[in-house]
């Protein structure tokens, strides 16, 4: 069964540096998002992207991040200038057109020191 | 924004038995999913009941959806220990875009 699937599964880097976090949406998929949960808390909407552009971005998704799809099977969110409250796992999912199920992949867990 | 927000936010119980949890939210949706998390990894999707239905089956699984009272039901029959896991429930207000989840039931069915 297809899935979403994210990498790295684990990463780890000091405040002030730039993340990107990968994902490959399932093949026929044609809407992608991003969520993140930080640790104990609850999964919160950051951005939602279809047809090459943004769609919707909650507040938290503000000038430090942006999202991009540089090929046809990749999305990447990038973290510029990471920040201790960062740290969360991060996880993509995808929708094909028409269904409103969203499939998650298994999600980055990021660690800013 | 709108969220769902679950109860019990915890619930233990043993094998065979059922489990229910309780998703309410704030405005009106679209659709309501429930998902699974096992402790550290990824979110499994359980279910998807839209707004014009009422009651909806997969395998152990029964939700129910309450427009008027703005809640969610889901229940687990004949629990495993494999069962044990968090529980969440995401409304969609605009079919498709942002999912906003609630804080959980975390489940625990022991042997």
């Known amino acids: 069964e297809p899935e979403v699937t994210q990498t790295p599964s684990h990463q780890v880097t000091q405040m002030g540096q730039e993340v990107i976090l990968r994902c490959v949406p399932i093949?026929?998929?044609?809407?992608f998002y991003w969520y993140r949960q930080i640790l104990g808390q609850k999964v919160e909407f950051l951005v939602s992207f279809y047809n090459n552009e943004i769609s919707e971005k909650s507040e938290i998704f503000d000038d430090q991040f942006s999202v991009e799809r540089p090929d046809g099977s990749n999305f990447t969110l990038k973290i510029r200038s990471t920040k201790l409250e960062d740290s969360a796992m991060y996880f993509c999912?995808?929708?094909?057109?028409?269904?409103?199920?969203?499939?998650f992949g298994p999600g980055t867990r990021l660690l800013v020191l | 924004s709108q969220q769902g927000e679950e109860d019990p936010q915890a619930l233990s119980i043993q094998e065979g038995e059922n489990a229910t949890m309780n998703c309410s939210y704030k405005?009106?949706?679209?659709?309501l999913q429930w998902y699974r998390q096992n402790s550290g990894r990824g979110l499994v999707h359980l279910i998807l009941i839209r707004s014009n239905e009422r009651e909806k089956h997969s395998g152990r699984l029964r939700v129910t959806l309450d427009t008027s009272k703005k809640s969610s039901s889901l229940l687990i029959t004949a629990s495993r220990a494999a069962d044990t896991a968090s529980y969440f429930c995401?409304?969609?207000?605009?079919?498709?875009?942002?999912?906003?989840f609630g804080k959980g039931t975390s489940l625990l069915v022991t042997p």
């Open positions: 093949s026929n998929h044609l809407y």
């Open positions: 995401a409304t969609d207000p605009n079919s498709g875009y942002a999912l906003n």
């Open positions: 405005t009106s949706i679209n659709n």
């Open positions: 999912a995808s929708r094909v057109d028409g269904e409103q199920t969203q499939y």
